[in-house]
T-cell receptor, first 115, second 114 residues
């Protein structure tokens, strides 16, 4: 099956700093990538959808200036958490879908801890 | 809008007994249905999917699920549970017009006791 790699798997940063998470499709071209957030013992909530070469579409309630998404190539999307605060601590998961395809493939997730 | 309901937060079964984790969905168009498993501090592992074809879908680790269009359900089953099956299970739905944009259920914690 298709492989999606997410990096880093775990990151700790100080409040006020920014952190970048990468999502790569290793063996297919991802026309669309999705970013999810998961709080402890909760479900995955879609944050945004990014299409290669265009601006991301954010779900209601997600601050686009805080969670910057870039999808500059068909194999890479990045999520940058700007001016991180402890409440941004969470598990972030990306998924990617190519064409033609019927399902998205998930990365391993990134555990972000803001101290 | 699409949605998924997993009515049970927790399912407990004894090892060797059959298990069922329930899922119902609501979506426009043709449903694409998925089950994933998540172990603590890990990402999602794909178990199985229904896109089209046979209503009974067989997946990884002996799991299977049956698509029931009239009941809008996609329950996950396994004939004989293992202790190692203990984990958090998510049902997800998307559709043929927006494949990949999945909506997840709240998850069901499965505990298999020896």
């Amino acid at each position: 099956g298709a492989v999606v790699s997410q990096h880093p798997s775990r990151v700790i940063c100080k409040s006020g700093t920014s952190v970048k998470i990468e999502c790569r499709s290793l063996d297919f071209q991802a026309t669309t990538m999705f970013w999810y957030r998961q709080f402890p013992k909760q479900s995955l909530m879609l944050m945004a959808t990014s299409n290669e070469g265009s601006k991301a579409t954010y779900e209601q309630g997600v601050e686009k200036d805080k969670f910057l998404i870039n999808h500059a190539s068909l194999t890479l999307s990045t999520l940058t958490v700007t001016s991180a605060h402890p409440e941004d601590s969470s598990f972030y998961i990306c998924s990617a879908i190519g064409q033609p395809n019927t399902e998205a493939f998930f990365g391993q997730g990134t555990r972000l801890t803001v101290v | 809008a699409q949605s998924v309901a997993q009515p049970e937060d927790q399912v407990n079964v004894a090892e060797g007994n059959p298990l069922t984790v329930k899922c119902t969905y609501s979506v426009s168009g043709n449903p694409y249905l998925f089950w994933y498993v998540q172990y603590p501090n890990r990402g999602l592992q794909f178990l199985l999917k229904y896109i089209t074809g046979d209503n009974l879908v067989k997946g990884s680790y002996g799991f299977e699920a049956e698509f029931n269009k009239s009941q809008t359900s996609f329950h996950l089953k396994k004939p004989s549970a293992l202790v190692s099956d203990s984990a958090l299970y998510f049902c997800a739905v998307s559709n043929n017009t927006n494949a990949g944009k999945s909506t997840f259920g709240d998850g069901t914690t499965l505990t298999v006791k020896p």
